[in-house]
């Protein structure tokens, strides 16, 4: 599994890279719009962990 938590606590996970960095992407347009501009593919995939099933 590919997670990513984030600072305020979300998870996000899924079986392939895309999926968690669609799920993160779409969190943070949600709770941090703040961070739009910032929060590019290539920097979610650089928080992307690698989890046990
Ligand atoms: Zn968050």
Redesign the pocket.
């Known amino acids: 599994m590919n997670q990513v938590t ?5 998870e996000a996970k899924g079986a392939s890279e895309g999926q968690v960095v669609d799920q ?1 992407l779409a ?2 347009r949600s ?2 719009p703040d961070l739009v501009g910032q929060v590019t593919p290539e920097v979610v995939r650089g928080w992307i962990e690698l989890a046990p099933e």
Do not use: A, K, L, S
């Open positions: 984030c600072e305020c606590g979300y993160v969190h943070v709770d941090h």
